[in-house]
């Protein structure tokens, strides 16, 4: 592309390196930001710039927290003994909105994934394992995406605590509420047969 | 949408602000940058606060520049009295990527738009009529997007301009009607300028 601005091609440039924004859209972002007025520029610069120079890492739970323990660690209504493990942020968000989860959190920060260069040691497993370790948890529910990478990643960690007394279980796989049977591809519509529940116990959600 | 930082929800409802970047896709982005090393935050941050308080427009022809006049503008071998008025910057750098075109620019900065309202004190128009009122013009080419703004847009102009003595011409329609300029392919829009007719020509159609 043939700027004529310097100040623009640097912009669009910095906008592009986001990922799924190619150049032709940054360069509509950058016009917007010129239509718009000064403020709503550096308030969208100062809240990223904070966002990356002063956000937290829970502790307990490595979820983004704007303070030492994240907001599920702290509270006491949630029981630590039943930790469920997830790959990022958005997955906490998401099993939260569900309203269906009393237990807390582990963020692992990702999946094995040897092909992206990912290894165990760049996640959070090792913390994981020292607190299964030390007999605070009781249940550990895998949730992690039911990729190769994410079965990998589960099987990885269950063969590290397996020595330890802890109950290992999964989050269910099935047709989605709501959803036809006949859309449902064949693994997950499998599982779900294989893994079938009492009808009961399907009524008291 | 239910965060864990107050940091994290201000930088998505900001990112999300943009046009067409709904708030799972800013969630998306924030998550990226706090993965990145905090020096892509604060280079993107700059990037955008000093396009947007730096940024100059062309006093001449109302192009994004970094001075106060534009690359073209300055440029000796470009023929100040041949005009070609555009909507936007975008469309400049598409011309000037067919480098089929000699002349200069006039950025309008929009198009006539009662149902968005845009009138025509909003865009550069009146700055158009004085350059073409003090004789330094003596072609002007219409390269709006052919919509109906953009012909309300022309035939404003036009009718400002009449009494004075200016060829006025507007790009062949090799582009397809209703497209915009800014996606059309370089070919095809080299040869709409190279095949420029006269305006009144294009209302007999
Ligand atoms: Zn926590
Ligand atoms: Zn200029």
């Given at each position: 592309m043939d700027f004529s601005s310097k100040l623009l091609e640097n912009a669009v440039n910095e906008i592009s390196q986001l990922p799924g924004i190619g150049k032709r859209t940054a360069l509509r972002l950058a016009l917007h930001l010129l239509r718009q007025p000064e403020e709503n520029?550096?308030?969208l610069a100062e809240a990223i710039t904070k966002l990356r120079s002063e956000i937290k890492f829970c502790k307990r739970c490595h979820n983004i927290s704007d303070f030492e323990l994240c907001e599920i660690c702290k509270n006491p209504n949630r029981n630590p003994e039943v930790v469920c493990v997830v790959e990022d942020v958005r997955d906490v968000m998401a099993i939260e909105n569900t309203s269906q989860f009393k237990g807390t959190y582990h963020v692992l920060g990702g999946k094995i994934s040897p092909m992206d260069g990912i290894g165990p040691n760049d996640l959070t497993i090792h913390s994981l394992v020292e607190k299964v370790k030390s007999g605070t948890i009781k249940e550990l529910i895998f949730a992690l995406s039911s990729t190769m990478e994410g079965d990998t990643t589960n099987f990885y960690?269950?063969?590290?605590?397996?020595?330890f007394n802890v109950l290992t279980t999964t989050i269910a796989r099935g047709i989605a509420v709501g959803d036809e049977l006949e859309?449902?591809?064949e693994v997950t519509l499998g599982r779900s047969i294989v893994n079938r529940i009492p009808f009961e116990n399907s009524l008291k959600i």
């Open positions: 520029t550096s308030s960690i269950f063969k590290q605590i397996e020595p859309y449902a591809d």
